[in-house]
Structure formats: structure tokens, C-alpha cells
């Protein structure tokens, strides 16, 4: 299914983790507010800019530019510094900052920003509450709704393994990003994180995370899917399991080294000491060994570029 609708390229997203201090207090997350573990940083715009433009000398058409809540970066901010790469760059800038405004999402999308990531996280509206104090998921998918409307190439996804989920709260978490009719989804197993409230619970099954990622592409086979760093991090070929099971999507690390440690959702990550150039070669060593090939340029999703040739806007 995925070669008869995606082809065999694999795109490469250049990963900026530009800020680790976050406003929220998700229990399961190693960046949540109270974490008094974590040493913060955050990119000063100048620098954000700059490693934003390193990226597409590495020969990436998309950057992510992602990074807990952060309220430092204004709406006004952030849309100075898409415009600032958007000036230099060819780039496809897709941003991963989480809940903000309608006023803001429009000012970026109007700024140049392409494509926004914000995963759902889970489908039951109570376990979201409890996994998310004062939020509510109502509020999280409103988000993604209000992005579609703006023209972003919107993606979404869920964690495998929370601590009171079951096959049917996946179930339902499969059918409302059918629902959503989301262009990108992003899966991957629940790592616990020390210093969090699900530090002592068991993490998510890689098993289970494989086959969703082929439940995913059998059920929206002209999305983007990528093999997630969590899945690379519970087996050394993890991600390669998942291109194999339908993913089509890379992010490789562009973040500076110094910083990389620091943004640390949960234990383990890979990726955190090579350089970005490393990175991209031993990324790119890994897709040829799989008999894959490097996709070129910004890489949307087949889903987005058919919507948008409906509306005319290819024309």
C-alpha cells in the first residue's frame, strides 16, 4: 500500500528542538512545567535562524521547528523568524509549538509557515484530562480544525501505551484522525520519563506501535508517516522496522549538539551527540540499506497536494 501510493522515497525533515521551557504539565512528558530536573535553554532568534539555514545547506526542503509552549516566542516573534528563513531559503517551514491562538496560527500561516504538527495524544476526552491537567482534549482537536481551515498541511498522531489506555481508546484514536482526515500522523511507544508522575509505569509495546503505523497506512494511505525517534530508541533498527511497515518520513536532528541532551521528552533519546552533517549521512546510510531512496524536495503529502489541486490552487 505504501509503495502503490507513496513510491519508495523516504523525506527527510531537518529537526530544529529550538526551546525546552514549557508552560504545560503533562504527566508524562520530561519537559512538563514542574520538572525541576531539567536544565532549561532556548535558541535566540538569531541562532534559530541560523541553524534553520544550516539545514537546507545539508540539502533538507523541509525544516520542523519545534519546542515545549513557550511563551518567549511571541506570535509576533516566531512570525519574524519564518519570515527571515522563508526569505533565505527554500524551505517548507513546518512548526511543532503546540496551542496557541487562532490569531496566531493565521499570522504564522500568513508569514510563510506550511505545515503545523500537534498530536491529539489520545481520543478519550477523560484520560486526556488526566494525562493533561487543565486541558481538555475538546480544546486539542479544535486546534487542529482551526488549522485545516487555514490552509496548513496539518499532522497529528497519539502515543502507544499510556497508562489507562486500552484497544479501544486506540481504536478511537484511529477513527478521529480518519475523522480529522489528517495529512501527516506521528506515532510512537509511551517512554516514561524520570522526574514525572508515570516515571514507575511500563512504557508502550514496540510490537503494538509497528502494526498501528501499518493500521495507519492501510487506513490513510496517502498521508506521511514517519519512523519516529522513540521507536529508534526502544530498538537499535527500530526505525527501519517502521519504514517497513508503511512510514515514509524522517527526522533527522539539526538542533546545535550542545543543546540536543537537554530536550529530553523521556530517557534515552538517540541522536543526541552526532553532529547535524552526521546525522544526515548516517540517515541517509540507513535508507539505502533498506533499499530505499532519499525523497526530494519539500516532500508533501500526496493527501495535501490532491486537496489542494481540488480547490484549484495548483492551477
Not at 58 to 79: P, W
Not at 82 to 94: Q, S
Not at 114 to 129: G, K, N, Q, V
Not at 266 to 293: D, H, N, Q, V, W
Request: hydrophobic residues 35%; aromatic residues 6%.
Amino acid at each position: 500500500m505504501r509503495a502503490d501510493y507513496v513510491g519508495e522515497a523516504i523525506h527527510l525533515r531537518g529537526l530544529v528542538e529550538f526551546s525546552n521551557y514549557c508552560r504545560c504539565n503533562c504527566l508524562y512528558c520530561g519537559l512538563r512545567r514542574e520538572n525541576k530536573a531539567v536544565s532549561r535553554y532556548r535558541l535566540q532568534p538569531e541562532e534559530l535562524v541560523r541553524t534553520a539555514l544550516f539545514a537546507a545547506e545539508l540539502g533538507y526542503g523541509t525544516v520542523v521547528l519545534q519546542s515545549g509552549e513557550d511563551l518567549f516566542y511571541t506570535g509576533e516573534l516566531l512570525a519574524q523568524i519564518i519570515k527571515e528563513i522563508k526569505a533565505k531559503t527554500n524551505l517548507a517551514i513546518t512548526l511543532s509549538v503546540g496551542e496557541r491562538t487562532e490569531e496566531e496560527y493565521a499570522l504564522w500561516r500568513q508569514a510563510g509557515a506550511d505545515r503545523y504538527l500537534i498530536r491529539h495524544e489520545t481520543a478519550d476526552p477523560a484520560l486526556y484530562a488526566a494525562l493533561h491537567p487543565q486541558r481538555t482534549q475538546r480544546e486539542r482537536v479544535g486546534c487542529l480544525q482551526t488549522l485545516r481551515a487555514l490552509g496548513y498541511e496539518v499532522g497529528s498522531g497519539f502515543m502507544v501505551g499510556l497508562p489507562g489506555q486500552s484497544a479501544e481508546t486506540l481504536a478511537s484514536d484511529l477513527s478521529l484522525l480518519r475523522e480529522l482526515d489528517v495529512d501527516m500522523v506521528g506515532i510512537g511507544p509511551f517512554i516514561p520519563s524520570p522526574s514525572t508522575p508515570l516515571a514507575e509505569e511500563s512504557g508502550g509495546s514496540f510490537e503494538r506501535t509497528v502494526n498501528l503505523v501499518a493500521l495507519l497506512r492501510l487506513m490513510l494511505p496517502e498521508a506521511n508517516i514517519p519512523a519516529t525517534t522513540a521507536m529508534g530508541t526502544l530498538r537499535p533498527n527500530g526505525r527501519e522496522i517502521a519504514l517497513a511497515a508503511g512510514a515514509n518520513v524522517m527526522m533527522p536532528n539539526v538542533t546545535p549538539t550542545r543543546y540536543r541532551p537537554l530536550y529530553e521528552i523521556y530517557p534515552g533519546k538517540i541522536c543526541t551527540g552526532e553532529e547535524a552533517g552526521e546525522c544526515r549521512l548516517c540517515i541517509e546510510g540507513r535508507i539505502k540499506s533498506i533499499g530505499r531512496t532519499v525523497g526530494q524536495g519539500q516532500g508533501e503529502s500526496l493527501k495535501y497536494r490532491k486537496r489542494n489541486a481540488a480547490a484549484g490552487k495548483y492551477a
